[in-house]
């Protein structure tokens, strides 16, 4: 396993989901303004959470890779 994997930061999700949303309200106006305000409402909170959560974790180091992983065990040990 390569330790220059790429990783997804937090908070870009919920941005690019949000952009998305945002995109698709914009497009329903010409079909029912009321829903396409909500649905952009909806889709711009959703950008400004992950834009939150960005800023929020800027700094944080990339997480070190995961030896094994889950691949082959049957059963989870809780304790």
Do not use: Q, W
């Amino acid at each position: 396993m390569s330790k220059n994997k790429p990783y997804v930061r937090e908070g870009i999700l919920p941005t690019t989901v949000g952009c998305l949303v945002t995109a698709a309200g914009f497009s329903m106006f010409g079909v029912n303004r009321a829903v396409a305000s909500g649905v952009v409402g909806f889709g711009l909170a959703t950008m400004i959470l992950g834009v939150i959560d960005l800023v929020e974790h800027r700094n944080d180091p990339p997480p070190e890779p995961v030896r094994g992983g889950f691949a082959g065990r049957r059963f989870i040990k809780i304790n």
